[in-house]
Nanobody, 122 residues
């Protein structure tokens, strides 16, 4: 399995931007589809965005479409989440995860990072 470490979270005002990064270990990173999920206090972990192995396809939750962009750099074993026009309801712990196929289903993801906190103030 691949080991994942997120970074880039923090406190930002509504309307601002943050870029999350996820660094992966191992030489098999390019064989995984990658996803971002988030979990707000007292709520379930939900899908945010995903990207295919070869950067050919992406998928977004309706709530973030047009504001967030997922990307990856297989040469650097990294996946990113650019978040623009942030809203207070985007406040959550954000997790990156690796799956065998492009998916929005949490159960399809085998490896998870420890998460990074994003807080959006109003």
């Amino acid at each position: 399995q691949v080991q994942l470490v997120e970074s880039g979270g923090g406190l930002v005002q509504a309307g601002g931007s943050l870029r999350l990064s996820c660094a992966a270990s191992g030489r098999t990173f390019s064989t995984y589809a990658m996803g971002w999920f988030r979990q707000a206090p007292g709520k379930e972990r939900v899908f945010v965005a995903a990207i295919s192995r070869s950067v050919g396809s992406t998928n977004y939750a309706t709530s973030v479409k047009g504001r967030f962009t997922i990307s990856r750099d297989n040469a650097k074993n990294a996946v990113y989440l650019q978040m623009n026009s942030l809203k207070p309801e985007d406040t959550a712990v954000y997790y990156c995860a690796a799956a065998g196929v492009l998916s929005a289903r949490r159960d399809d993801y085998r490896s998870w990072g420890q998460g990074t906190q994003v807080t959006v103030s109003s």
